[in-house]
């Protein structure tokens, strides 16, 4: 008979406590590492960040991609402070609002990664580390500033003082600081192993981006508390995918709904079925954002397997609700039942409502947020008896699954990736030709929502969408650029006079365009389409692409696009707008933007 393990005294103590069980961390490029060794590892990143003089109750930033080294480093810098991880694909004026807003003791800067994180931290007085791989040692192993970290004591951390730091983005300019303690990310990851039966045999292939709630909680926490395996690979890839589920046969993988989207464009050809026989997956999860019942239906067909869809939140650390394993029923087009936090409907008046009934969904229990830091207006808005309201609208039937129908926030979710729109508006909004700007979400098919704006010129001022784009894109990560912009002559407002951004898509007709020919096979057909697929190829880890294929649907995302855009530059030696990439991210498309480029005045290539 076995006994449930004893709740750990730290995040770090899910390694500590399940050192016996077996399982550990692995990764494409490096054998794997046991579950001891990751310990270890740990320990001594925290002991090195302790001899630079490191904390209990300092903060610590750390800029990386996906990366097994990123997993040690996570849990070494919870162990002696608290950790904000920040997204690698954020720009200058992101890194100087977040290092303000956080004021790290010290920033973690993944050393093979071109970021614009390390100056906007110098100028700050912020010391830099560099994280890397140690060469030749296990996944995870790690050199922090070309040095193998040295082994001591570090300061243990207790279950209230906060593990991680997250910024999410609400329905106001600034994003909010959300803490989440100790004991908030053990119970949320034990609420996710739970759910899933996680235990030592199970393998996850984790893609989710590590400085995302789902990526570490979900894609770590969950299954290592449980006893089992990591698998790191750099991020998501969807022509990789199938290779991987045959290399490291993991049992299960969690993702974003376009993620799940892509893996079945992928998997639907018969070499793909073949390999994904070889994977001796258990289930699929997928939380985020909304998956739609089709989507559901297509991927157990595909896969043979069940998708679980779960709803999770930051502020949760993650898991809320989500639809149980068989024999249990899932529900297409329900998030579940609570699965963790109780979870409620409460009207607007902060009365609890009674099934059926649509309101705002409503949580509490030991896996929420105590509060967003330094932002008593937030917290005044977000708490109500004790209950912490998520801003989504559903509601719950009698047998306690829960609908989700709308959301009162109005953050655009792009592909999982949430945009604020005010924080769009407030930049459209600098441009001197602009009166008003309104930034909404418009359909995109394989992002589910991008974001797109419309805006109102200042009386006599004359402006283009190109111009105000690439103003966007100087001041924020290319996600938040809307994909389309519309010149209008007035903004529709409600009864209350406050701007409407719902129903703004529909009303201009706006739908994302996507150039795709989804396993497109034309070889490219001169030397610049040569040039761009090899690139693509390398970058992306995919056999050379058909010139018609979607960047972002083989798996590219926007730091890959920006690692793309500088190697074909310095291959080229021309120097290719961003934007121009994203406007195309076709083989073809790039080649074409390419070539009057290279035809021009200095052009050598
Ligand atoms: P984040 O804090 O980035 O995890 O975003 C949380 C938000 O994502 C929630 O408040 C919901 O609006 C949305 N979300 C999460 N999971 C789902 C889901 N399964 N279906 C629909 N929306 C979801």
Not at 123 to 142: D, K, N, Q, T
Not at 219 to 247: D, E, K, Q
Not at 469 to 482: D, N, Q, T
């Amino acid at each position: 008979m076995t006994t449930a393990p004893s709740f750990p005294d730290s995040v770090a103590g899910l390694l500590e406590q399940a050192r016996s069980a077996g399982g550990g961390l692995e990764s494409l490029e490096a054998p794997p590492a046991t579950r001891a060794e990751l310990a270890h590892e740990s320990s001594a990143i925290a002991a090195t960040l302790c001899l630079r003089g490191v904390s209990s109750g300092d903060r610590v930033a750390i800029v990386s991609p996906n990366d097994a080294t990123m997993v040690t480093a996570f849990f070494g810098i919870v162990s002696c402070a608290s950790c904000a991880p920040l997204n690698p694909a954020y720009g200058r004026a992101e890194f100087d609002f977040y290092l303000d807003d956080l004021k790290p003791r010290l920033l973690v800067v993944y050393d093979a990664l071109d970021t614009p994180a390390r100056e906007a931290a110098r100028v700050r007085g912020i010391e830099c580390i560099e994280l890397g791989r140690a060469p030749g040692l296990a996944s995870g192993m790690v050199t922090l500033d070309g040095e193998r970290p040295s082994t001591g004591a570090a300061a243990g951390q207790r279950l209230d003082e906060i593990a991680l730091l997250l910024h999410t983005s609400g329905t106001t300019a600034r994003p909010k600081l959300v803490p989440l303690t100790h004991r908030n990310l053990i119970h949320s990851a034990r609420h996710i192993a739970a759910t899933l039966s996680l235990g030592p045999e199970d393998r996850s292939l984790t893609v989710m981006p590590l400085f995302h709630i789902h990526g570490l909680v979900a894609g770590i926490l969950a299954p290592l508390g449980a006893g089992g395996t990591v698998i790191v690979p750099p991020g998501f890839l969807a022509p990789s995918f199938a290779t991987w589920l045959a290399r490291f046969r993991p049992t299960w993988y969690t993702a974003v709904p376009t993620m799940h989207q892509a893996i079945l464009e992928r998997l639907s050809s018969a070499d793909a079925r073949a390999m994904r026989m070889q994977a001796p997956l258990r289930f699929v999860r997928s939380s985020s954002a909304a998956m739609t019942p089709q989507t559901i239906r297509d991927i157990e067909a595909t896969l043979g397997v069940p998708v679980i869809e779960s709803y999770g939140m930051t502020e949760a650390s993650h898991q809320m609700s989500s639809n149980p394993l068989p024999p249990g029923e899932r529900k297409p087009g329900s998030v579940g039942m609570a699965a963790g936090p109780e979870v409620g409907i409460m009207s607007a008046s902060g009365v609890l409502l009674p099934p059926d009934e649509i309101g705002e969904v409503v949580i509490r229990g030991p896996n929420v947020t105590s509060g967003y830091l330094e932002n008593p207006a937030a917290n005044a808005n977000a708490f109500t008896n004790g209950w912490f309201r998520t801003g989504d609208q559903g509601c719950i039937g009698a047998d306690g699954y829960l609908t989700l129908t709308g959301r009162l926030k109005e953050l655009i979710n792009r592909a999982g990736e949430k945009v604020a729109p005010l924080e769009v508006d407030a930049v459209l909004a600098e441009h001197p030709a602009v009166a008003q700007a309104l930034t909404f979400g418009m359909p995109h098919a394989l992002l589910g929502e991008d974001v797109a704006a419309a805006v109102v010129a200042k009386p006599g001022a004359y402006v283009t969408e190109g111009e105000l784009r690439g103003f966007v894109a100087e001041r924020l990560a290319f996600f938040k650029v809307p994909r389309q912009i519309r010149i209008v002559a007035k903004l529709p407002v409600g009864a209350t006079g406050k701007l409407q951004r719902r129903g703004m898509a529909e009303r201009l007709g706006m739908v994302a365009e996507i150039p795709v020919i989804s396993g497109d096979t034309t070889a490219a057909r001169n030397a610049v389409e040569e040039i761009v697929a090899a690139v693509w190829s390398e970058i992306l880890r995919v056999a050379v692409p058909g010139v018609h294929e979607n960047f972002f649907a083989l798996g590219g995302d926007s730091m890959l696009a920006t690692r793309t855009v500088a190697q074909l530059g310095a291959l080229l030696h021309v120097e290719m707008p961003l934007l121009a990439f994203f406007d195309a991210p076709t083989v073809a498309g790039v080649a074409r933007t390419l070539e009057p480029l290279l035809a021009g005045d200095g052009a050598n290539a």
